[in-house]
T-cell receptor
Framework: GQSLEQPSEVTAVEGAIVQINCTYQ??????LSWYQQHDGGAPTFLSY????GLEETGRFSSFLSRSDSYGYLLLQELQMKDSASYFCAVRDRSSASKIIFGSGTRLSIRP | DTAVSQTPKYLVTQMGNDKSIKCEQNLGHDTMYWYKQDSKKFLKIMFS???????INETVPNRFSPKSPDKAHLNLHINSLELGDSAVYFCASSQDGQGARRNTIYFGEGSWLTVV
């Protein structure tokens, strides 16, 4: 089966850098995705890593280490609007259409 | 332009009633999904359709019945609603293919279902 673990809550200060970790267990692996969800809103896609290394998109970066079954989302120059829940997700290799989400990390940003 | 749209956005209904949620995507995607998000924000897949064919049917009560009249539409009908069905239901879609394209899911705005 597949499982993903991420911290339930993270708190950071505006302007700082925060890292949200995700470890996964899979019977096969296609890649790791990250989604952002604001309260009352829909999850929106942030990034996808299929290969090891760091992918940068503006203030957000995502890292993957397949050998460690580990990835993280790095948010820089935090803004109040970054307060949201962040989910990592993997595609289930046994059922290629099934994308499984972690339980989500609630990021709270203090002024 | 709304990519994935679902209606209604809010639904309050009594136990035992039957209700439907409609979903449409204008992205030309081949795969559509229904996800359920509970009060703890856990996102759990319920169903997945690829070109109108049922691909995934997780352990969901028979009271939940999806219907896909064409690949742009995936509706969810729920019979005999129970208190535990209260949740946010998200419709979503993704494109077939490889890499990021296949692993990017586009979500609708969600349907907030409250069973009283």
């Amino acid at each position: 089966g597949q499982s993903l673990e991420q911290p339930s809550e993270v708190t950071a200060v505006e302007g700082a850098i925060v890292q949200i970790n995700c470890t996964y267990q899979t019977s096969g692996f296609y890649g790791l995705s990250w989604y952002q969800q604001h309260d009352g809103g829909a999850p929106t896609f942030l990034s996808y890593n299929a290969l090891d290394g760091l992918e940068e998109t503006g203030r957000f970066s995502s890292f993957l280490s397949r050998s460690d079954s580990y990835g993280y989302l790095l948010l820089q120059e935090l803004q109040m609007k970054d307060s949201a829940s962040y989910f990592c997700a993997v595609r289930d290799r046994s059922s290629a259409s099934k994308i499984i989400f972690g339980s989500g990390t609630r990021l709270s940003i203090r002024p | 332009d709304t990519a994935v749209s679902q209606t209604p956005k809010y639904l309050v209904t009594q136990m035992g009633n039957d209700k439907s949620i409609k979903c449409e995507q204008n992205l030309g995607h081949d795969t559509m999904y229904w996800y359920k998000q509970d009060s703890k924000k856990f996102l759990k897949i319920m169903f997945s359709y690829n070109n109108k064919e049922l691909i995934i049917n997780e352990t969901v009560p028979n009271r939940f019945s999806p219907k896909s009249p064409d690949k742009a539409h995936l509706n969810l009908h729920i019979n005999s609603l129970e208190l535990g069905d209260s949740a946010v239901y998200f419709c979503a879609s993704s494109q077939d293919g490889q890499g990021a394209r296949r692993n990017t899911i586009y979500f609708g705005e969600g349907s907030w279902l409250t069973v009283v």
